[in-house]
């Protein structure tokens, strides 16, 4: 069955740091682009960023630009966000999800996505 599992959310304080983590079962991530999403209560869907499964092309939403970066660990079949200066209006639910084509354009949809993780940030 293929799965994507994320971990590593949790409560911080304002300015803290987390690391999610995006593990995938039964396939391997390496031939896929992943992305991570969060949604706040009320709100939508918000893409958060992207890596392609070379990694030769990430992209970043202005909002965490300068604060989170995305890795992949190809060995380990996972892709990790670090997410660093973090700010209530961080506060979501985060998802990683999976698509095989090498793109990160919003058109091509994901596959695969993972049960998510809930971060909170107090203040």
């Known amino acids: 069955q293929l799965q994507l599992v994320e971990s590593g959310g949790g409560l911080v304080q304002l300015g803290g740091s987390l690391r999610l983590s995006c593990a995938a079962s039964?396939?391997?991530?390496?031939?896929?682009?992943i992305g991570w999403f969060r949604q706040a209560p009320g709100k939508e869907r918000e893409g958060v960023s992207c890596i392609t499964n070379s990694a030769a092309r990430i992209d970043y939403a202005d909002s965490v630009k300068g604060r989170f970066t995305i890795s992949r660990d190809n060995a380990k079949n996972t892709v990790y966000l670090q997410m660093s200066s973090l700010k209530p209006e961080d506060t979501a639910v985060y998802y990683c999800?999976?698509?095989?084509?090498?793109?990160?354009?919003?058109?091509?949809?994901?596959?695969?996505w993972g049960q998510g993780t809930q971060v909170t940030v107090s203040s």
């Open positions: 039964g396939f391997t991530l390496n031939s896929y682009t």
């Open positions: 999800a999976a698509k095989r084509v090498n793109s990160c354009i919003a058109y091509y949809k994901y596959d695969y």
